[in-house]
């Protein structure tokens, strides 16, 4: 598999860049050739009439300098993963769930890796620059709808911070359980695997995290 580098332009308004989705599994190891059961099927859902949300899906991230190699030629590929992002996001979110989130450019690659960390693979990345957040992912990715849901979930938590970290942040820093290995890496990316666990469907564990999850996303779509 070759390795593909995404360059992203060093910007003067970065305030985070947040999530760093490794190809990395729990055991240190590259899953290249390893199989995930959880999420490797895609998401099925019925064809929902669109809602009024503000992001746009594109081929090339508007903040980054994305390497021409990384953009898809392949139109009809393209607009055939746009088309599932969307139903997607259509199914899975409401309007002001992401409400700061700018664009989703889909790259045409299995993997990017930024400048920085050049040993770990990276599937998707979601940066939050002047109140806005956008997302990258590597379209060819294994889990694609998990590392959606994953990115996503970064631009919710960073939009609706302030109500997480006043009402929820507490009870969810007393709780040890952690979804995966990856999760322990820091609070946005405990968040973040959670969250895209439980939109997945994974609600079964006894984990408070879930129940907290579950009562945050309510109450910013109401
Ligand atoms: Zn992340």
Redesign the pocket.
Known sequence: MKNFLLVLASTFFVITI????TMCDDSGGCHKHKKHSHYDKPLEFSENPSQDFEYRIIKKGSIGKTDKCLVFKDTAEFNELARHYDMVINNVFAPAHLDGLKEIAILDAETFVDGEEEDERLR?I?EWISGKSYVCIAGHCDENDYVLL??LC?SVMRRHERLFNRKYKKDWKSCDEYISK?AKKSL??DF??TGAAYLYGKRDKDNIKFKLFERYFNEIKN
């Open positions: 947040v999530c760093l989705c998707g979601c994953h990115e970064h990856y946005d990316e973040a695997e």
